[in-house]
């Protein structure tokens, strides 16, 4: 497996990542299935994600993670441990070359019951042959995302909150892939 494919985070621990193409056939660098929260299943289940604990080691980063539960035109489909990142990359040569490439991070529409980072619907085939760095992302949906007691206990909006922990996971990590850090 080529070097280039290999990314040190801040924490220590590695990821193993896959090669793509764009629709113009360029490289394209990327890292599947990142996790940037805890599965928040059983006792977080309807709680604010925690950010996922460092690792030692390498991960395969080689598959996209689980879409978060929702409905489409065949039932239910999705798995609740779905907190996790895509990241796509310019080829490493561009990078060096260019220094950090700029980041767009992308979270996806479906009235907040539908749909998922992976590239299934929307990849990064068109956005890398640019160069850039795409991130993009799960979050929880319907009432696993929104479900609200009205009370401190569980006040909702989880989603919103697993949004804003893919950020912060973003901010944290992407100069490994990269990226401009911003301050």
Same mark, same amino acid.
């Given at each position: !497996?080529?070097? &280039?494919?290999?990314?040190?985070?801040?924490? +220590?621990? @590695?990821? $193993? /990542?896959?090669?793509?193409?764009?629709?113009?056939?360029?490289?394209? *660098? #990327?890292?599947?299935?990142?996790?940037?929260?805890?599965?928040?299943?059983?006792?977080? *289940?309807?709680?604010?994600?925690?950010?996922?604990?460092?690792?030692? /080691?390498?991960?395969? #980063?080689?598959?996209?993670?689980?879409?978060?539960?929702?409905?489409?035109?065949?039932?239910?489909?999705?798995?609740?441990?779905? $907190?996790?990142?895509?990241?796509?990359?310019?080829?490493?040569?561009?990078?060096?070359?260019? @220094? &950090?490439?700029?980041? !767009?991070?992308?979270?996806?529409? +479906?009235?907040?019951?539908? @749909?998922?980072?992976?590239?299934?619907?929307? @990849?990064?085939?068109?956005?890398?042959?640019?160069?850039?760095?795409?991130?993009?992302?799960?979050?929880?949906?319907? #009432?696993?995302?929104?479900?609200?007691?009205?009370?401190?206990?569980?006040?909702?909006?989880?989603? $919103?909150?697993?949004?804003?922990?893919?950020?912060?996971?973003?901010?944290?990590?992407?100069?490994?892939? /990269?990226?401009?850090?911003?301050?």
């Amino acid at each position: !497996m080529s070097g &280039n494919l290999k990314v040190e985070l801040n924490h +220590g621990g @590695g990821l $193993l /990542g896959i090669n793509l193409k764009s629709v113009k056939d360029r490289e394209i *660098r #990327a890292f599947l299935g990142v996790p940037y929260a805890e599965p928040p299943v059983g006792n977080l *289940r309807f709680e604010p994600p925690t950010p996922f604990p460092p690792w030692k /080691g390498v991960r395969q #980063a080689t598959k996209e993670g689980n879409v978060c539960p929702q409905f489409d035109q065949t039932g239910e489909i999705g798995n609740e441990d779905c $907190l996790f990142l895509n990241i796509y990359t310019s080829p490493l040569e561009v990078i060096k070359k260019s @220094g &950090n490439l700029p980041v !767009m991070v992308w979270i996806h529409g +479906g009235g907040w019951i539908v @749909g998922s980072g992976n590239r299934d619907s929307y @990849g990064p085939e068109f956005f890398l042959d640019h160069d850039i760095i795409l991130v993009t992302g799960n979050y929880r949906l319907g #009432a696993l995302g929104f479900l609200s007691s009205e009370t401190t206990e569980y006040p909702g909006n989880n989603a $919103l909150k697993d949004q804003l922990e893919m950020l912060k996971w973003v901010k944290e990590h992407i100069h490994s892939f /990269g990226g401009i850090q911003s301050q």
